[in-house]
Nanobody, 116 residues
Framework: QVQLVESGGGLVQPGGSLRLSCAAS????????MGWSRQAPGKQREMVAS???????DYAGSVEDRFTISRNLGANTVYLQMNSLKPEDTAAYYCNADRVSRPRAWGQGTQVTVSS
C-alpha cells in the first residue's frame, strides 16, 4: 500500500500563490509517476499536473502557464506551485501516485479556495 498525505491548501485572494505538498509513504518503490487532480463542487475530477520519475511533466491547458509541478524523488514528495490563482481554481486538490501493476493511489485531498 501507498499512503499519500497532502498539505498546503487554504484561502487565497485572486492573483495570489499557494504551494501544495504531497508526501508518499509505504510501498513507494514502484511509483513511476505522481500528480495532482482537482474536483470543484458539481464538477468531475480533472487532472491538473503530473511528473514522471524521469522528470517529464504534463499539465492541463488551464494551468500550464501558472502552475509548476516538481518532485523530490529521495523524499518521495511532489509539489505543486500555484501562481496567479483564479476563482475558478477553487477545488479540492488530490495527490495521486501511479504504480507499476497497481491501482492508482489517492490522497485525502486539500481544499484550495480563491476568493476576495
Amino acid at each position: 500500500q501507498v499512503q499519500l498525505v497532502e498539505s498546503g491548501g487554504g484561502l487565497v485572494q485572486p492573483g495570489g500563490s499557494l504551494r501544495l505538498s504531497c508526501a508518499a509513504s509505504g510501498r513507494t518503490l514502484d511509483i513511476w509517476r505522481m500528480g495532482w487532480s482537482r474536483q470543484a463542487p458539481g464538477k468531475q475530477r480533472e487532472m491538473v499536473a503530473s511528473v514522471t520519475n524521469n522528470g517529464r511533466t504534463d499539465y492541463a491547458g488551464s494551468v500550464e502557464d501558472r502552475f509548476t509541478i516538481s518532485r523530490n524523488l529521495g523524499a518521495n514528495t511532489v509539489y505543486l506551485q500555484m501562481n496567479s490563482l483564479k476563482p475558478e481554481d477553487t477545488a479540492a486538490y488530490y495527490c495521486n501516485a501511479d504504480r507499476v501493476s497497481r491501482p492508482r493511489a489517492w490522497g485525502q485531498g486539500t481544499q484550495v479556495t480563491v476568493s476576495s
